[in-house]
């Protein structure tokens, strides 16, 4: 049935039965199950995924609707990780789904991390950020990095290949400012589901080592003006410096 299931992947050159073969057994971790976190679940199941894994603490509130897709208004007061797969599980029925319904912190995360094969980051706080990308140095796991910020996307693949970064050594962080914050300035949610899409898009780049990956290169892209610019960044040389406003998730 896998085959039959994703069958427009099978007639494409860079992806066909080998391809699917790989992404089957690929175990992948969404860190966040939000706004930029449901697009990307739903787009690595619909690409094949074998093995997914949602860790979120987080339940289901009304003003999660409109941009968090996964969820309904019967599922509001329910985890997260339980709603999500509940949503999925019976469209997508030879995916694996694994609940991890608690936040990731110094305790849990070796553990949980060394069971996958890569982590996105669809967090919406810095220090999560930090402990994710740290870790994922520490184990040798790549961490495709995804944020937005009012209608600017900003997406990365850290720790991998020769590249050995984590957010902190590719911006200057710094808190947001007031009346700059998410809850403030608010988000474009059509925004996070073309950040979600373009994640999910650099974890296949990465598994099925394709060209023109997201290594040692942040993408910005504005979803209204459809403007783009990459700056090129590597481990061998000081990568730009950027204040970041906190986005949401």
Partial sequence: MHSRFFSDHLQLPFIGKKGLDKLKCTRILVVGAGGLG????SALASSGIGYIGIIDGDKVELKNLARQYLYTPAQIGELKTAAAVAH????????????HPFFVDETNIHAIFSAYDIII????????RLL?????????IPVIYGSV???EVQITVFNYEAQRLAIDDLFTLQPA?????CEVSGTYI??????GMLMANEVIKVLLDLPDKLTGKLLLFDA???QKRVINFSSLQPGPTETILEMKA
């Fill in 38 to 41: 449901c697009p990307v679940i």
């Fill in 88 to 99: 999925l599980k019976d469209r997508y029925r030879e995916t694996i789904f694994r609940e």
């Fill in 121 to 128: 980051d669809a967090t919406d706080n810095f220090p999560a």
């Fill in 132 to 140: 994710i990308g740290h870790t994922g140095i520490q184990l040798g």
């Fill in 149 to 151: 910020f009012r209608s």
């Fill in 177 to 181: 400012t007031e009346g700059t914050g």
């Fill in 190 to 195: 059509i925004g996070s589901m073309v950040a």
């Fill in 224 to 226: 209204l003006s459809l």
